[in-house]
Structures are given as C-alpha cells and as structure tokens.
C-alpha cells in the first residue's frame, strides 16, 4: 500500500518528501487519481483537523474513497470532545500514575510527535497514548488530585511546536514513516437495559411520543427495561446495556457524544457513531456512491479555490446544499449562475466544502427503512403542496410536509430494494433510511439517513406494533451477542 502524506503547508513538511509521496490537501481532494480504486496509507498532516476545514475533509473523504488514514474522522471527532480525555485517562490510569510517579508538581504535560516523546522514560507512555490517539501530533495535560489523570488531551500544530522540539519531531516523524501499517489500541471488552435518548421539546424529532411508548412496550414484551433520557443524562449512560438514538443526530451535537460513549463503553447503539459521522455528510455519501459506481444525481464538490472552473460545469437549475444539512434544511434549489453566485456565500461561512447536485423533478422519494442489512419498511414522501421538497419550511404549520404513503417492502420494485441494501452495506448493519428518486427507468439514491423517522401513524402503518416489536428484537439479540448470552 503507498503512502501519501497529504497537507496544506508542503513547505514544512518538505523534509519528508524521500519518505512518502507529498501531496496538497487541494489536489487530493478535487484529482481523480487519488479516487481511482487503489488504496493509499494517507497521513493527514494539514494545519486544521476542526470540522469542516480542509484537514477534516481529507481524513473523511479518504475513508470514503477507501483509503486507510490517520487520523480518521472519528478521531478528529474524539479529539474536540472533553469526554476523550476521562476515556484515556481511565484506561490507562495504571501506566499514568506509574510513569508519573516521581513528578512533585501538581500540573505535567507531555507532548506525543508521532508516537514518541523527547524524553526516553515517557517513551512507552507516549506510545500507549498514541494507540488511544492516533493524531500524528498531540499534546496531553495531566493533573494531580490524590492520583495522576488526564485533564485535556489537544491535538499540535505546526504552530504549537517549541523550537527546542523541531529536531526531535522531525525525526520522529522519519522513522513514523518508515512503519508499514498503523497502531491500533484493541479496546477491551467490557461487562439489559436499553436507553433511549429522545429531546421532547424538538420539533421534528425522528420518532413521535406514541412511537417511544411502542418502544418501550415492545421491549417489555421481550423482557427488555426501556428508559428515556435525554442530554443531561449524559453522565449515568454507562449504567445501560444499549442506547437508542431517537434525536436528531449532528456531529457537533451532543447526540454524537452520546454515540461515542456508548461505543468506548462497548454497548450496543444505534445509531453507532460511525453511521453518524458518514451518513450526516453528504461529501462522504458523495464520495462513496461514486466509488462504487451507485447512480446517484450527478453532484458536484464545491471549494472556493475552484469556483471559477466549477460554474463552467454546473447544469441549471441544480441543488445547494451544506454537508450536515438535515430535514431539507440547508438545502436550496438555484435556478441559474446568477442566483448560485448570490446564494453560494453563507454556504461557505460554515463549510469549506459544499455540495452542489443536479435538480431530479419527482412526485416523491422513495424512503426504505433498512435495520441489520434487512428492509423493514418502505414509504412513498411526497413532495410538500405546491413545493419541490417533501418539507417546505416556509409553509404554514399544517403544510410542511407532503402526503405519506406505505409501501409493503415485497411491493417494492426489485430495483429500487436492491440499491438501498447495496448503499446501506457500504455504511455499516445500522438503522437507515435510504431516500431514492426514479425517473424516466433510472434509479438514483439522494442520501442515505442514520437517524431516520420512526413514527406511529407513518412509517408503522402497514406492520403497526410488528415494527417496534422487530427494532426492539435485534436490540435484544445484539445485547446477547455483545455479552455472550446467546
């Protein structure tokens, strides 16, 4: 496998150039030869891993083309979120309090260039903790309260780095690349109450109070305990055997975090935080239809480095989008050059990618509700009164949304099923609701949902109770399966 070392400050960075292949973040994300089937080691060293930035975008789209990175998107993820520090520490508190044994101050920070430490004696410290973070660079804050722990673990830039500190990293990073594959930490496992995490003020939550009633039922049936929490529960999520997402989910969103315990605390999650991270952004879901040649509208990437050769390409009228966009939100249709010139702005203010796709005038989109790699239900959205989206925000309270129709899943065209199991495989055996569009004998999937609806009186009208009854059964079996009770 080759390994390409992918960056927006080659300069710096030059000294590696007879260890791997150099190649600009731009150029990686926007030239087809690094999306062509082979596999790359890729090393993200861009100065910003934040969401949205370049940096973020090369580690995303690095997993959807196939390639093996580091750091991965979860990882970035993991890094803004204060609860990774509590993880780490927990998990290496024996080696911690060991290493740091001998420090008589109440504050150390250790700095960790990839995988190593300038001090020789932190070296297997520095090691352990860069298999729980593999960030080619980060820096680790502990502090001393009767033991030693983890306040804050922070990823370095380029800018971050002492002086006194540059010789070191570089040759740290020489020998980081001379390896032949990554270091993992496996995680270790871990020891039937299923929660489910709802927000009952939201507005369009994904399952109704009715649908969170049959789920709790459903489970009492099966001898499950169902609960409901919400955010400020986030502290006791341990204490359960598994955890349903029924909120809307985001990566910067505390719905994330949730995921993300839940899967470090090995319990069972849906959705589980790898699904989130790849089907909240349409970049990534852009990326990988393409790769696996799934029909899909044809879409365009945007950056603003190469606005100018895109408008030359674009088809009118065409679809705006921001990546993370959710229940047609963010989501605006342009007619020509002119309105997209005019409309493209704000969309930058918050992504430095955007998606742009051709505009496919149907009556409806074709939902199919998939858990497990199985269908479990199908419906018909149509498209809202007088609007070209199944949701017209603008429209009055009892307007929004279009007519929904139930579909029995062996109803469903041969087609269309068989493309939203072929998606959904790619993401992971996950809950998903796979949107899809046919018009003139094609067949093309809009998107793929991690958090789709689940509610009484819609999505249930042909099964009724059976649905909670099937969600709450692989529930079960998943729970068994994770603490060996089968």
Known sequence: METILVTDEPIFWKFLKEKAEMVNAIDYLSNDRYNNGIRYRVINLCKSHSYQSIGYYVSLLAEARGHKVMPTAMTIQDAMNPALAKTVSDALETEINHELGG?????????????????????????????????????????????????????????DIPPQHLVFMREAACKYFEKKRFHNHRRKERYYHLAILHNPKENTPPSNKEALEKFISAGSELGVEVSLIEKSDFKNLAEYDG???????????????????????????????????????????????????????????????????????LTYPCVLKKPDSAFSQGVIKVEDQGALMKAIKPFFNTSELIIAQEFLPT??????????????????????????QICNWKADKNEVEGHVESVHVEDVPKDVMAMALKVTRLIGDGLYGVDLKQLDGCNYVIEVNDNPNLDAGFEDILLGDEMYSIIMQVFLQRMQRLHGHE
């Not at 101050?105 to 190593?116: A, D, I, P």
């Not at 410290?125 to 673990?153: C, D, E, N, T």
């Not at 090995?266 to 991270?277: A, E, F, K, Y």
């Not at 409806?364 to 009164?385: H, Q, S, T, V």
Request: proline fraction near 5%; aromatic fraction near 16%; charge should be positive.
């Open 103 to 159: 420090i008589k101050s109440k504050e150390f920070v250790l700095s960790v260039y990839f995988g190593k430490n300038v001090a020789m004696k932190y070296e297997t410290l520095a090691k352990k903790l860069h298999g729980f973070v593999p960030f080619p660079m980060f820096r680790v804050y502990f502090k001393y309260s009767k033991y030693w722990y983890i306040k804050q673990i922070q990823p370095v830039t380029i800018d």
């Open 363 to 388: 009556k409806y989109d074709w939902r199919i509700g998939i858990l497990g790699n199985k269908p479990i239900f199908a419906c018909k959205y149509y498209m809202a009164e007088g609007h070209w």
């Open 243 to 313: 955890l349903f997402i029924r909120e809307t989910t985001a990566i910067n969103h505390h719905t994330y975090s949730f995921a993300r315990k839940a899967y470090t605390e090995r319990m069972m999650v849906i959705d589980d935080p790898v699904s989130i991270l790849k089907c909240c952004n349409k970049v990534y879901l852009a990326e990988l239809t393409k790769r696996h040649h799934i029909p899909s509208p044809k879409t365009w990437i945007l950056n603003q480095h190469h606005l100018e050769q895109l408008y030359e390409e």
